[in-house]
């Protein structure tokens, strides 16, 4: 009889065990969707007071739940799978249609999309058209127009993607986009208010921590830090975090609509903001007509001359259509509500 409920309790021994490493298993699995990293919940203080951010001002407290991110933005490699798999054609890949651009002469409705085409010598900082074409030709498999292609490129970040290219590819993954609060939080890395996602030094050590724009902009790169377009994903240290290139490489789209004051209408209801989303709907008074989003992280065109919001606090902001050969994503991931890993 003993010996009968020893045996049992063996038996009962055995199968706990082998439920406990399926629920090993199955919390493995849930916790580590493959190549993204958990972003664990917080507050942190959002914006900055850089004088030439005026639209990232003031300092304002922001709370975010706990997220999945992409460790690294989507690269050309996971876009090609995702292309194969769906046959989807981006934006820039698809001939203008005359509705929607009246006026517009047939010979001009091509498709393409905007490359940066530095000019020979120095040129005024007074208008970006100076260093910006569009390109025919121009799409995420031919990064610089119809003589260039992906060769060497899969871990490169893909770029030339619209915000509908960015949305299809998340659906498609089961993933969505991040808010710019989102975005800003898992940049900082944990870092309260620092200059930069790594600290407060630009070279600590004489170590490039990111890919910027070294050099005199827009006509001469000296690609100190390696790097004169796209470098491949991860070629930088992580943040606290463990994300890459959450600074320079290419912008990247979050959900956000942009206005210039959302940040000041926050901060004036005297309350922590929670997971904010964003205004419902664009305003940029710069061009007043045109709907635009959040893009955050900054470029390998980013420099103090013209653009230094690859800094963590920066701001830019796109034309839904309109992508360019330093314009990416990467993606994010809730949990189910009620469900909190590592917290
Ligand atoms: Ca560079
Ligand atoms: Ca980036």
Redesign the pocket.
Same mark, same amino acid.
């Given at each position: 009889m003993r010996d009968a409920r020893v045996s049992a309790m063996r038996g009962v021994t055995a199968v706990a065990l082998v439920l406990s490493f399926a629920g090993v298993a199955a919390a493995q699995s849930a916790t580590a969707p493959a190549g993204m990293v958990w972003v664990p919940g917080g507050t942190f203080w959002m914006g900055s007071d850089e004088p030439e951010f005026p639209d990232a001002r003031p300092w304002h407290e922001v709370q975010v739940d706990g997220f999945w991110m992409d460790r690294t933005e989507v690269t050309n490699a996971q876009f090609a799978a995702f292309v194969k798999a769906t046959g989807y054609v981006t934006i820039a890949e698809r001939k203008p249609r005359p509705e929607d651009f009246p006026g517009a002469p047939p010979e001009n409705l091509v498709a393409g999309s905007v490359v940066f085409t530095p000019p020979a010598g120095p040129v005024p900082l007074d208008s970006h058209y100076r260093w910006w074409s569009y390109v025919e030709g121009a799409n995420w498999r031919h990064p610089t127009g119809p003589g260039s292609d992906l060769a060497g490129k899969d871990q490169h970040p893909v770029v030339h993607i619209a915000y509908a290219d960015a949305l299809a590819y998340c659906r498609w993954a089961g993933k969505r986009l991040p808010t710019e609060a989102e975005f800003e939080y898992a940049a900082r890395g944990g870092l309260d208010r620092a200059r930069y996602v790594w600290g407060e030094e630009f070279q600590p050590g004489g170590r490039f921590m990111a890919?910027? !724009?070294?050099g005199h902009f827009p006509d001469t790169n000296t690609?100190e830090?390696g790097?004169?377009t796209t470098a491949p994903v991860g070629s930088f240290l992580p943040n606290g975090y463990g994300l890459v290139d959450m600074a320079g490489n290419v912008w990247e789209w979050t959900s956000d609509w942009y206005q210039p004051d959302y940040y000041t209408a926050l901060a004036a209801t005297g309350k922590v903001a929670r997971n904010p989303q964003g205004p419902g709907s664009s305003f940029d008074p710069s061009e007043p007509g045109v709907a635009k989003r959040v893009h955050r992280g900054g470029s !390998?065109l980013c420099n103090d001359q013209y653009c230094s919001r690859y800094c963590p606090g920066g701001r830019g902001k796109g034309e839904l259509d309109t992508g360019t050969n330093h314009l990416g994503f990467r993606c994010v991931k809730s949990e189910p509500t009620g469900s909190n890993p590592k917290e």
């Amino acid at each position: 009889m003993r010996d009968a409920r020893v045996s049992a309790m063996r038996g009962v021994t055995a199968v706990a065990l082998v439920l406990s490493f399926a629920g090993v298993a199955a919390a493995q699995s849930a916790t580590a969707p493959a190549g993204m990293v958990w972003v664990p919940g917080g507050t942190f203080w959002m914006g900055s007071d850089e004088p030439e951010f005026p639209d990232a001002r003031p300092w304002h407290e922001v709370q975010v739940d706990g997220f999945w991110m992409d460790r690294t933005e989507v690269t050309n490699a996971q876009f090609a799978a995702f292309v194969k798999a769906t046959g989807y054609v981006t934006i820039a890949e698809r001939k203008p249609r005359p509705e929607d651009f009246p006026g517009a002469p047939p010979e001009n409705l091509v498709a393409g999309s905007v490359v940066f085409t530095p000019p020979a010598g120095p040129v005024p900082l007074d208008s970006h058209y100076r260093w910006w074409s569009y390109v025919e030709g121009a799409n995420w498999r031919h990064p610089t127009g119809p003589g260039s292609d992906l060769a060497g490129k899969d871990q490169h970040p893909v770029v030339h993607i619209a915000y509908a290219d960015a949305l299809a590819y998340c659906r498609w993954a089961g993933k969505r986009l991040p808010t710019e609060a989102e975005f800003e939080y898992a940049a900082r890395g944990g870092l309260d208010r620092a200059r930069y996602v790594w600290g407060e030094e630009f070279q600590p050590g004489g170590r490039f921590m990111a890919n910027t !724009f070294q050099g005199h902009f827009p006509d001469t790169n000296t690609a100190e830090d390696g790097y004169v377009t796209t470098a491949p994903v991860g070629s930088f240290l992580p943040n606290g975090y463990g994300l890459v290139d959450m600074a320079g490489n290419v912008w990247e789209w979050t959900s956000d609509w942009y206005q210039p004051d959302y940040y000041t209408a926050l901060a004036a209801t005297g309350k922590v903001a929670r997971n904010p989303q964003g205004p419902g709907s664009s305003f940029d008074p710069s061009e007043p007509g045109v709907a635009k989003r959040v893009h955050r992280g900054g470029s !390998f065109l980013c420099n103090d001359q013209y653009c230094s919001r690859y800094c963590p606090g920066g701001r830019g902001k796109g034309e839904l259509d309109t992508g360019t050969n330093h314009l990416g994503f990467r993606c994010v991931k809730s949990e189910p509500t009620g469900s909190n890993p590592k917290e």
